[in-house]
């Protein structure tokens, strides 16, 4: 699994696709593109291993072999081929969306990238997609913070609760912070679950809030974290960390450098004083968390 090749390889290239002001058109960078070097990354969700034991109908091995034999002499060659399969199919559009940026047509690129968005997302290929059309934000989305999790219950066990107890918003909140890793869709719909049952709750209105983070609008999430922010004071830290981690993706670290200290100030040693102060020493030394996203959906 290849990505931070694919960042490397726009960055240098000069590609931009989408920032969070629209732009990438006219003039700009977008505009004079020219096609880059080598041989487009490819994205798959499998380890080189696994992929080939696969089917040699899978379309992962057909999508591979693509990618493997182009070249800046069979690009156009690459594009058809990948166009000729399912549209319909993230691993296809994401290895179309990368064939057309190598290609020197971001316009092309972005609409196919969008297009994976839509058909899987917050999922391996809609994440790296999104990654790769918000290279001004951070990889990945703001994870949502809670101790709503009992301690070694297993998501089959949070399964069943909600289904023998479905009007218990608590059991909704577990079972959404035990998703939250591997399928955030899922943890998205429980935790909107969660909320209808008890809209007041705090923790429920910020995971409404965050969960669902759009690159394409960071602005929504902070503006209804701070509405929560403004409603329940007693729960300053658990909200304001959370501003400072859209901040953080937001990539306004001195924003968020300051939500960070003052969570720190207020709660020096809970889970939330623990992630200010890891973000903290993010932004004062950006190395020491080069490795610290944990993302599943993040190629790397």
């Given at each position: 699994?290849?990505?931070?090749?694919?960042?490397?390889?726009?960055?240098?290239?000069?590609i931009?696709?989408?920032?969070?002001?629209?732009g990438?058109?006219?003039?700009?960078?977008?505009?004079?593109?020219?096609?880059?070097?080598?041989?487009?990354?490819?994205?798959?969700?499998?380890?080189?291993?696994?992929?080939?034991?696969?089917?040699?109908?899978?379309?992962?091995?057909?999508v591979?072999?693509?990618?493997?034999?182009?070249?800046e002499?069979?690009?156009?060659?690459s594009?058809?081929?990948?166009?000729?399969?399912?549209?319909?199919?993230?691993v296809?559009?994401?290895?179309?969306?990368?064939?057309?940026?190598?290609?020197?047509?971001?316009?092309?690129?972005?609409?196919?990238?969008?297009?994976?968005?839509?058909?899987d997302?917050?999922?391996?290929?809609?994440?790296?997609a999104d990654?790769?059309l918000?290279?001004?934000?951070?990889?990945?989305?703001?994870?949502?913070?809670?101790?709503?999790?009992?301690?070694?219950?297993?998501?089959?066990?949070?399964?069943?609760?909600?289904?023998s107890?479905?009007?218990?918003?608590?059991?909704?909140?577990?079972?959404?912070?035990?998703?939250?890793?591997?399928?955030?869709?899922?943890?998205i719909?429980?935790?909107?679950?969660?909320?209808a049952?008890?809209?007041?709750?705090?923790?429920a209105r910020v995971?409404?809030t965050?969960?669902?983070?759009?690159?394409d609008?960071?602005?929504?999430?902070?503006?209804?974290?701070?509405?929560?922010?403004?409603?329940?004071?007693?729960?300053?830290?658990?909200?304001?960390?959370?501003?400072?981690?859209?901040f953080?993706?937001?990539?306004?670290?001195?924003?968020?450098?300051?939500?960070?200290?003052?969570?720190?100030?207020?709660?020096?040693?809970?889970?939330?004083?623990?992630?200010?102060?890891?973000?903290?020493?993010?932004?004062?030394?950006?190395?020491?968390?080069?490795?610290?996203?944990?993302?599943p959906?993040?190629?790397?």
């Amino acid at each position: 699994m290849v990505g931070a090749a694919a960042v490397a390889g726009l960055a240098t290239g000069g590609i931009v696709l989408v920032t969070r002001d629209g732009g990438g058109g006219g003039d700009g960078p977008a505009a004079r593109a020219k096609p880059l070097t080598g041989t487009p990354p490819l994205v798959v969700d499998v380890k080189p291993a696994a992929l080939r034991r696969l089917p040699a109908d899978d379309l992962r091995r057909r999508v591979a072999a693509i990618i493997r034999r182009d070249d800046e002499s069979r690009r156009a060659e690459s594009i058809a081929a990948l166009q000729a399969l399912p549209q319909d199919e993230p691993v296809v559009g994401m290895a179309l969306g990368l064939a057309q940026l190598w290609a020197g047509d971001p316009a092309a690129a972005e609409v196919a990238l969008k297009r994976v968005k839509e058909l899987d997302p917050y999922g391996y290929y809609g994440t790296n997609a999104d990654n790769l059309l918000h290279l001004n934000e951070a990889p990945g989305y703001p994870p949502w913070l809670t101790t709503a999790r009992p301690e070694g219950a297993s998501i089959a066990q949070l399964k069943a609760r909600t289904q023998s107890r479905p009007d218990d918003p608590d059991a909704w909140l577990a079972l959404a912070a035990a998703l939250e890793q591997h399928d955030r869709g899922g943890a998205i719909t429980a935790a909107r679950k969660a909320f209808a049952l008890d809209p007041g709750d705090v923790s429920a209105r910020v995971a409404v809030t965050v969960l669902p983070f759009d690159k394409d609008n960071p602005g929504a999430a902070l503006a209804g974290l701070m509405r929560v922010l403004q409603a329940s004071p007693g729960a300053d830290a658990e909200v304001r960390v959370h501003v400072g981690l859209v901040f953080f993706w937001m990539r306004d670290e001195t924003d968020a450098a300051a939500q960070f200290r003052q969570v720190l100030a207020e709660d020096s040693h809970g889970l939330y004083a623990q992630v200010a102060g890891v973000f903290s020493r993010c932004i004062e030394n950006p190395t020491s968390c080069a490795k610290t996203g944990s993302d599943p959906n993040i190629a790397r």
